[in-house]
C-alpha cells in the first residue's frame, strides 16, 4: 500500500530564515510526486510534480527535490505570506501494479513564518 | 477561468438527509474525483471518473454515490447522511488520469448533526 509521511507536522519560522519539509514515500512504482499549498479554508493549490530521482523544480522561494525514498520542500528566506499547509502526495504507476487513479496524501506540515 | 467550481461552500444536514455536491470543470479534463479531507487525516478518494459515463470507487466510497453524464460534470451524493461524513469534500480533475497536474476546487464544508 502506498504511503506517505511529512515531517514536521508543524514548522515556526522567522522571516528569512530558510529551512526544508520532508516527505517520505512508498509506493509501488512512482508515476509522480506533487506538492501543494493550502491555505485556511481553501483547496489545495497546485505547486510542483516531480517525477524520476534527481529531478528539481523552482518557483520563487521554493525549491522541491526527489531522491527514490523522499521529496524535500525547500524554502530560502520566507516572507509571512508563504504560511500555510504544504501538502505532499504521490501517484503510482499502473504499470508496476499500482494504483495510477488516486493520489495518497501526507497528512501535512503547518508552516508559519513569523514577522 | 473557473478551473473546478464547487456547491455549496457550507452546508449542514440532518442525520438521515440525502443530498448533493456540485462540482464542474471548464476545462476539458476527462478524470473527475472526489476526496474528503478529516483532521489528522491525508485526503482520502472516494470516487472517481475517467471520462463521462464511467466511474469507480475510491478508498471510501460507502455512503455516496457519483455519476457522469457530462465531461464537465461529477456531482456526489450523500444518500442518507451521517454524523461519519461531515467533512471537508474537494473534487479534483485533471486532463487525464495519470501524469498530469491534478487540480482542486474550493470545497465543501458539510456538517451532518
Known amino acids: 500500500e502506498d504511503q506517505v509521511t511529512q515531517s514536521p507536522e508543524a514548522l515556526r519560522l522567522q522571516e528569512g530564515e530558510s529551512s526544508s519539509l520532508n516527505c517520505s514515500y512508498t509506493?509501488?512504482?512512482?508515476?509522480?510526486l506533487f506538492w501543494y499549498r493550502q491555505d485556511p479554508g481553501k483547496g489545495p493549490e497546485f505547486l510542483f510534480t516531480?517525477?524520476?530521482a534527481g529531478e528539481e523544480k523552482e518557483k520563487e522561494r521554493l525549491k522541491a527535490t526527489l531522491t527514490k525514498k523522499e521529496s524535500f520542500l525547500h524554502i530560502t528566506a520566507p516572507k509571512p505570506e508563504d504560511s500555510a499547509t504544504y501538502l505532499c502526495a504521490v501517484q503510482a504507476n499502473a504499470n508496476s501494479g499500482g494504483s495510477n487513479y488516486k493520489l495518497t496524501f501526507g497528512k501535512g506540515t503547518l508552516l508559519t513564518v513569523n514577522p | 477561468n473557473a478551473g473546478v467550481t464547487q456547491t455549496p461552500k457550507f452546508q449542514v444536514l440532518k442525520t438521515g438527509q440525502s443530498m448533493t455536491l456540485q462540482c464542474a470543470q471548464d476545462?476539458?479534463?476527462?478524470?473527475m474525483s472526489w476526496y474528503r479531507q478529516d483532521p489528522g487525516m491525508g485526503l482520502r478518494l472516494i470516487h472517481y471518473s475517467v471520462g463521462a459515463g464511467i466511474t469507480d470507487q475510491g478508498e471510501v466510497p460507502n455512503g455516496y454515490n457519483v455519476s457522469r453524464s457530462t465531461t464537465e460534470d461529477f456531482p456526489l451524493r450523500l444518500l442518507s447522511a451521517a454524523p461519519s461524513q461531515t467533512s471537508v469534500y474537494f473534487c479534483?480533475?485533471?486532463?487525464?488520469?495519470?501524469?498530469?497536474?491534478?487540480?482542486f476546487g474550493e470545497g465543501s464544508w458539510l456538517t451532518v448533526v
Open positions: 509506493v509501488s512504482g512512482l508515476r509522480g
Open positions: 516531480l517525477y524520476s
Open positions: 479534483a480533475s485533471s486532463l487525464q488520469v495519470s501524469g498530469n497536474t491534478i487540480y
Open positions: 476545462m476539458n479534463h476527462e478524470y
